[in-house]
């Protein structure tokens, strides 16, 4: 397995953030697109992209939530990374409409990219860990922030290459369903090992049912 140090700086300082509800899952079992949450909540998502070089979303998280990854009135808009095992995203979804950062996919499985879509982005292929240190080493990017879904952020986790994670907990709204996915994918296996984080940010919202956290990596 690849693991990743920070201190070597072979990849970006990775970032991530989503909602819980107050039962721990981050979407119903229909996999509910975001917008559940208050607007103080959207509000953070927008600047939390301010900070970052470029944005990394799964494909399906990107197609239920139908995405652009822009970050209103930047000059310079960050890269726009799109993960996905086959590569069969579809050249209608909005993020390929919206001029903005160029836009890099990575399969990591068997390639069914469309030549209509291979036109529209750079395409990689291998793992994970292989094209974060691409990002860093080729194409600048020091700083990477990861919208989800779960699945992705399980990955990251996997490889132990998240810095610092945000979270809302939506004290609001019950989800419920053993299907229904968690902040690391359907609940299954444990992770390789535990990973050690520290509270960073604590601010609740009784106003909104909601509290906005960080925690950072210890190393």
């Not at 979303?57 to 000059?75: C, I, Q, S, W, Y």
């Not at 094209?131 to 992705?152: I, K, P, Q, Y």
């Not at 296996?189 to 984080?197: G, K, T, V």
């Not at 919202?205 to 925690?215: I, K």
Request: net charge positive; proline share 7%.
């Amino acid at each position: 397995m690849f693991h990743v140090q920070t201190h070597q700086r072979s990849r970006p300082w990775i970032s991530t953030n989503f909602a819980i509800s107050a039962d721990g899952k981050i979407s119903c079992t229909g996999r509910r697109p975001s917008g559940w949450t208050s607007r103080a909540d959207h509000a953070r998502l927008m600047s939390l992209r301010e900070s970052a070089d470029a944005l990394i979303v799964g494909r399906g998280t990107l197609e239920a939530d139908r995405m652009t990854l822009t970050v209103p009135g930047k000059p310079i808009q960050p890269l726009r990374c799109l993960i996905s095992r086959t590569g069969e995203i579809p050249t209608g979804q909005p993020i390929f409409q919206k001029p903005a950062g160029p836009i890099h996919l990575l399969v990591t499985g068997n390639d069914r990219t469309t030549p209509a879509l291979r036109a529209l982005c750079q395409t990689h292929h291998g793992s994970l860990a292989g094209f974060l240190e691409t990002l860093a080493t080729r194409h600048g990017v020091c700083r990477l922030h990861c919208e989800g879904g779960g699945g992705l952020i399980r990955s990251l986790a996997e490889i132990d290459a998240i810095d610092e994670f945000h979270l809302t907990l939506a004290g609001h709204t019950l989800f419920g369903g053993l299907q229904a996915p968690t902040a690391t994918g359907i609940p299954a296996d444990f992770l390789p090992q535990s990973l050690a984080f520290t509270l960073s940010h604590f601010e609740p919202r009784p106003d909104l049912g909601e509290c906005f956290l960080s925690y950072r990596r210890i190393q």
